[in-house]
């Protein structure tokens, strides 16, 4: 019994019932959604997990990404970074390691974190062949499915599963060309795989079974998005439109099973076609949660593409996008280390804010705190309303001003001061 099967009985679950008061909503708008599918909740039978809702109506969740590289394998930093996540308030893990123990790395990860965790397993998989045969087109079938159910039993609570990579996307994909070429990982294993057997993709082929495997544990199916753009000159392309018509489909099957499902969006779009694709997202997809990765909407700013990407995710937020992935500031660059992370969960979460108060999930009732906390020159209300309150404080008491109540920048010509003082207290004679 998966909750979206307990959701269609009318029976609210203790995930339902902690999202609920988490987001401020009745008990019954969280179990119309897990029904429609509309809303989902990442939490796996086989582990106890923060309850957290992803999708229509809710306040957009931050996901932050960890795992070790071939070049920089070390352990205890990736737990250092998933705490920092913790720490900097992301609503999920997903922890994507490509070098050492995969197994050992995931199920340390997942003893540190109470927070939902996604993985890919294409990625094991793969990995775990070209160690023992050399390349990743030599998979057995059997190898995909097997990882799949492995990490559903360790606990892993949503999983990008590359279902909707098939013959004819690569098809678009090879006919229009690409500026950028083709850029997930995921997407790159699967399409190699298909091109060398010349057969279908198994997980697509097969896609029943992974619902099986899928409703057994209540795990979320992150429908991945294997062929979203690399570069802003190849968004919103043939290959993606036509994998995003695949994903739908995949979306009414796994209804029908009973399976929860988020569908990954692209990662490199200008932001005037934004709306449009979660528009056409959510329509193709019957308002599935959307999971934008970033996004990344210029191409020319390494080195700060968590301010790119903070930028992408306040316009998606906006449009209706529900779910995003964080971009740090060594996005294109390197291995993330753990300052990396704190950047971009911040970055992100800005953006996410943003775009909620456009979309009226809240309206700005936080920020209404924080002006009249500026109007009164009240600095302990300051950062009690702030996002990021030991920053603020860090900064100021760095640089303290002669005069308690103003800051540095203006200092004895502080303007809200000067106004508090000859128009607050002024005579209301004055004005008459």
Known sequence: MTQMDDARKNIITEEMKAVAEAENVSEEFIRKGVAKGTIAIPSNKGRDVKAVGIGKGLRTKVNATIGTSTDILDVDMEVEKAQIAMENQADTLMELSVGGDLDAIRRKILSVTDLPMGSVPIYQAAIETIREKGGAIYMDEDIMFNTIEKQAK????????????????LR???????????????????????????????????????????????????????????AIADSTDRAQIQELIILGELVDRAREAGVQTIVEGPGHIPLNEIPANVMVQKKLCRDAPFYMLGPIVTDIAPAYDHI???????????????????????????????????????ATRIGAYVGDMAKGIHH??????????????????????????????????????EDPDTCTMCGSYCAVKIVNEWLDDASTDVFE
Request: aromatic letters at 8%; one cysteine or more; proline letters at 5%.
């Open 364 to 401: 700005g009732e936080k920020d209404l705190i924080m002006a009249n906390a500026r109007k009164k020159l009240n600095w302990e209300a300051q950062f009690d309303a702030a996002m990021c309150p030991a920053e603020a404080r860090r900064i100021r008491n760095e640089r303290p001003p």
């Open 154 to 169: 360790d606990g892993i609570d949503f999983m990008a599963i590359h279902c909707s990579v098939n013959k004819e996307t």
């Open 308 to 346: 790119v990407s903070s930028i992408g995710a306040a316009a998606s937020s906006a449009a209706g996008a529900d779910f995003i992935c964080y971009v740090t500031p060594a996005e294109h660059l390197a291995l993330p280390f753990p300052n990396d992370v704190k950047e971009g969960v911040i």
């Open 172 to 230: 678009r994909l090879k006919t229009q060309g690409r500026e950028g070429g083709l850029v997930s990982r995921g997407g790159a294993f699967v399409s190699a795989w298909i091109v060398h057997n010349e057969v279908e993709n198994p997980l697509y082929k097969n896609y029943d079974y992974v619902l099986d495997i899928a409703k057994e544990h209540d795990f979320v199916v992150s429908l991945a998005n294997g062929m979203r753009a690399g």
